[in-house]
Structures are given as C-alpha cells and as structure tokens.
Nanobody, 116 residues
C-alpha cells in the first residue's frame, strides 16, 4: 500500500500563488510516476501535471507555463507550484501515485479556491 497526504491548499486571489505538497509513504518502491489531478464541482477529474521517476514531466494545456511539478526523492514528496492562479483553477486537487501492475493510489484531496 501507498499512502499519500496532500497539504498546501487554501484560498488565494486571482494572480496569486500556492504550493501543494504530497508526502508518500508505504510501498514507495512500487511507484512509477506521480501526478496531480483536480476536480471542480460538476466536472470530471482531470490530470493537471505528472512526473516520472526519471524526472519527465507532463502538463495539461490549461496550466502549462503557470504550474510546475517537482519531486524531492529524499523526502518522498512531490510538489505542485501554482502561479498566476485563475478562478477556473478552483477545484479539489488530488495527489496520485501510478504504481506497478496498473495500481493507483490517491490522496484525500486538498481544496484550492481562487477568488476575489
């Protein structure tokens, strides 16, 4: 099992910044990649950004150039730096671990609200 705990969500005005953190524990050797997803009310969960064990990254078009995903392997932590936030970024953000044998683990989610 892999346990994921997110932190860093909150309220911010448009144009502001937030940094999300995701701490992984448990069978972390089984993790192949980690990512951040988000789900806004009435919408499907969508991929925001992902990072492989090799450091390769992938971003949704809507956040490219504004968000940066990174990882600190020594701390078993993945970060999502979010800059130039927009109201449409408002959602619950979930940390995901893609694991061997097509398994996935999810965090409990952290709310991000962007409004004036």
């Amino acid at each position: 099992q892999v346990q994921l705990v997110e932190s860093g969500g909150g309220w911010v005005q448009p144009g502001g910044s937030l940094r999300l953190s995701c701490l992984a524990s448990g069978s972390i050797f089984s993790i192949k990649a980690m990512g951040w997803y988000r789900q806004a009310p009435g919408k499907q969960r969508e991929l925001v950004a992902s990072i492989t064990n090799g450091g390769g990254t992938n971003y949704a078009g809507s956040v490219k150039g504004r968000f940066t995903i990174s990882r600190d392997n020594a701390k078993n932590t993945v970060y999502l730096q979010m800059n130039s936030l927009k109201p449409e970024d408002t959602a619950v953000y979930y940390c995901n671990a893609e694991r061997s044998f097509n398994r996935n683990s999810w965090g409990q989610g952290t709310q991000v609200t962007v409004s004036s």
